[in-house]
């Protein structure tokens, strides 16, 4: 017998006291947040920021991105997350209603590349009021050019749409940064996979 | 191959669903890109028991400030289960929600309901070893919404749920037997096919039923399946 998969529905414009109640500032804990690797983690720590943009271009204010990737060396996270762990979690979650520009922003290390994979990069998942399925993607790093382009997977995308998994790296005074900006819609929208 | 079996996308609703208006703008417009997948997306966060603290799963007391919270006890039982109906065991289940008003404590929630001052309306729980789940709650009411005229949403409870791997992720809603605002919900309705959005309804269960106490709900909640059947050892 099988069992018929139960429907998505969005996550609507109130997820944060459930799903992000610190960041929110709800006096209740989180099981996750934007920090996927604290200060005792292996590796080069960065930082991911973007905004997720409608098809208006119009940063959006109640979506709410979750990433999971490999630690430093390429091995995924066994462990049960726990956010007072300061080493290597591997998940996090960030909504992007608590910044003036809407934007969503991670704490991490970069990964290595993943036992069955050519090159680096972490999955992301997107939700928001206004999508009933969330939806896949992943963002690859622009300083392997080289790596990148012996990717199977990249190289699966239409070439006029591959730079939209590819963050774009600055050296801040804080940091490595790197800007991932999600396009739902338009000339620049992003790939999204079907996982 | 990722190890699940692909999604099935009858039982989803599509990006774009024109009745529910904010999926014009924001669901993506080009096909999607197969992806087979590999370890990343068979692997995926897990939580500890202890992660669920003594009251998450009990939504009249952990909100409570200087009494009982208003509206109807409920107590929602359901198991997790995958496309073959092995049960999911050890995932975990957050949940949120309006409270017996429809209102919602966030502050974004400008509907002029009453809030509740001993009612959040969010908690979480933990599927055990069979796959079998509970939370005690308030009864959500329906609220207005600005999709249409006269819109409003039915009763429903949010959950979100993990299963074994980053593919098996699911949001949903549950929803209650008998809501005459169901027929009318451009988001209950956006999953075009009938069997699949009935899956979203929970069934009023007078076994699960607590006497004196509160109303019982059987809510069971299916994820992908794998592609293969795991060896029992």
Known sequence: MTYGETPSQTVGPYFAYGLTP????????DIANHVVAGRDAKGEHI???????????????????EIWQADHEGAYSTEPVSIKDTGFRGFGR?????????????????????ADASAPFINVTVFMRGMLTHAFTRLYFDDVPATNANCPVLQSVPADRRDTLIAKRTDTPTGPEYRFDIHMQGDTETVFFDV | ????????????????????????????????????????????????????????????RNGRVNGEPLGERIVVHGRVLDGDGRPVPHTLIEVWQANAAGRYVHKVDQHDAPLDPNFRGSGRCMSDENGNYVFYTIKPGAYPWGNHF??????HIHLSLFGP???????????????????????????????????????FSIEKTEEGFALGYQFDI?????????MED
């Not at chain 2, 999604?7 to 087979?36: C, E, F, M, Q, V």
């Open chain 2, 222 to 230: 299916v994820l992908r399946g794998r592609l293969a059947t795991p």
């Open chain 2, 150 to 155: 006269n819109a409003w949403r039915p009763n």
């Open chain 2, 1 to 60: 191959m990722n190890g699940f079996k692909p999604r099935d996308w009858n039982s989803h609703a599509p990006y774009i669903a024109p009745g529910y208006k904010s999926t014009i703008l924001r669901g993506p417009t080009k096909p999607l890109i197969a992806l087979s997948g590999g370890i990343s997306e068979a692997s995926g966060p897990v939580f500890a028991r202890a992660a669920i603290r003594d009251l998450d799963w009990d939504l009249t």
């Open chain 1, 47 to 65: 930082r991911i920021t973007g905004q997720v943009l409608d098809g208006k271009g119009e940063p959006v204010s109640d979506a709410m991105i």
């Open chain 1, 94 to 114: 960030c909504g992007t209603g608590t910044d003036g520009q809407n934007l969503f922003m991670f704490e991490t290390v970069k990964p290595g590349c993943v």
């Open chain 1, 22 to 29: 610190v960041q929110y500032g709800y006096d209740f804990t």
């Open chain 2, 165 to 203: 791997g980053f593919a098996t992720r699911l949001v949903t809603q549950m929803y209650f037997p008998g809501d005459p605002l169901l027929a009318l919900d451009p988001i209950f309705l956006g999953t075009p096919d009938e069997a699949a959005r009935n899956r979203l309804i929970a069934k």
